[in-house]
């Protein structure tokens, strides 16, 4: 991957925030330091050695999680041994070490932290936004992130302002059809609240429902702390 680190710059007058950028290629990631923006999208499409690879891990690996602090140099043995020698391994092993490789170039990072799960049940079922400056999702099989759009959403029902109810009935959003949805396969950077102003601002998102003996397999990719 080809992706060179960048560095946030402030500009002369406060821009709103909270918009989303998405496209084809991977250069699109680097939108992720445009101050307005709280979410950027690769629509990636998966080749089908990938797909197959993921059927198979979580077949084999139903209750699959590895989680590791790792480097660009060491992801692909840690996952690999986590997950077996056979060929299905090394493909799935070699696409996370590229993304950690792309995620540690695009923040100039050294050790990131790494979570691979196959999941039957929604990690984080309510939406909520995450206390970090940015996390990379990506959904190798299943169904994948719901978020909303910063515009569409009343911050003020998060967390205990929801006061217990659903959130199809909290008042987050208007309406359902305000929800977006990640597919298989996209590559998301998700700002956090601890990216520098970009407080009050993070990516509102949750898990997606799983149907029974439906599973996903999902990894998450963050900074972690120096």
Same mark, same amino acid.
């Given at each position: 991957?080809?992706?060179?680190?960048?560095?946030?710059?402030?500009?002369?007058?406060?821009?709103?925030?909270?918009?989303?950028?998405?496209?084809?290629?991977?250069?699109?990631?680097?939108?992720?330091?445009?101050?307005?923006?709280?979410?950027?999208?690769?629509?990636?499409?998966?080749?089908?050695?990938?797909?197959?690879?993921?059927?198979?891990?979580?077949?084999?690996?139903?209750?699959?999680?590895?989680?590791?602090?790792?480097?660009?140099?060491?992801?692909?043995?840690?996952?690999?041994?986590?997950?077996?020698?056979?060929?299905?391994?090394?493909?799935?092993?070699?696409?996370?070490?590229?993304?950690?490789?792309?995620?540690?170039?695009?923040?100039?990072?050294?050790?990131?932290?790494?979570?691979?799960?196959?999941?039957?049940?929604?990690?984080?079922?309510?939406?909520?936004?995450?206390?970090?400056?940015?996390?990379?999702?990506?959904? /190798? !099989?299943?169904?994948?992130?719901?978020? *909303?759009?910063?515009?569409? $959403?009343?911050?003020?029902?998060? #967390?205990? =302002?929801?006061?217990?109810?659903?959130?199809?009935?909290?008042?987050?959003?208007?309406?359902?059809?305000?929800?977006? /949805? !990640?597919?298989?396969?996209?590559?998301? *950077?998700?700002?956090?609240? $601890?990216?520098?102003?970009?407080? #009050?601002? =993070?990516?509102?998102?949750?898990?997606?429902?799983?149907?029974?003996?439906?599973?996903?397999?999902?990894?998450?990719?963050?900074?972690?702390?120096?």
């Amino acid at each position: 991957m080809s992706l060179t680190a960048h560095s946030s710059l402030k500009s002369e007058e406060p821009k709103e925030k909270g918009y989303f950028k998405e496209g084809n290629n991977l250069d699109t990631l680097g939108d992720i330091y445009q101050e307005d923006t709280n979410m950027v999208i690769w629509k990636r499409e998966l080749d089908k050695a990938i797909q197959k690879a993921a059927n198979v891990i979580i077949d084999t690996n139903p209750s699959l999680e590895i989680s590791r602090v790792v480097s660009p140099d060491d992801t692909y043995a840690e996952i690999r041994n986590a997950l077996g020698l056979s060929e299905n391994a090394s493909i799935i092993s070699k696409d996370v070490a590229n993304l950690v490789d792309m995620f540690c170039t695009l923040f100039d990072l050294k050790q990131v932290g790494l979570r691979l799960a196959v999941l039957d049940r929604a990690m984080c079922p309510r939406f909520h936004v995450d206390r970090v400056p940015c996390r990379l999702l990506t959904t /190798y !099989l299943g169904v994948a992130t719901e978020w *909303l759009p910063h515009h569409n $959403a009343d911050r003020s029902r998060l #967390g205990i =302002g929801n006061q217990g109810k659903p959130d199809e009935e909290s008042g987050i959003m208007n309406s359902d059809k305000d929800i977006k /949805y !990640l597919n298989q396969g996209d590559v998301a *950077l998700l700002k956090g609240e $601890a990216w520098e102003g970009n407080e #009050g601002s =993070g990516l509102i998102h949750r898990s997606p429902t799983l149907d029974s003996n439906s599973r996903r397999l999902l990894l998450t990719i963050d900074f972690i702390d120096s």
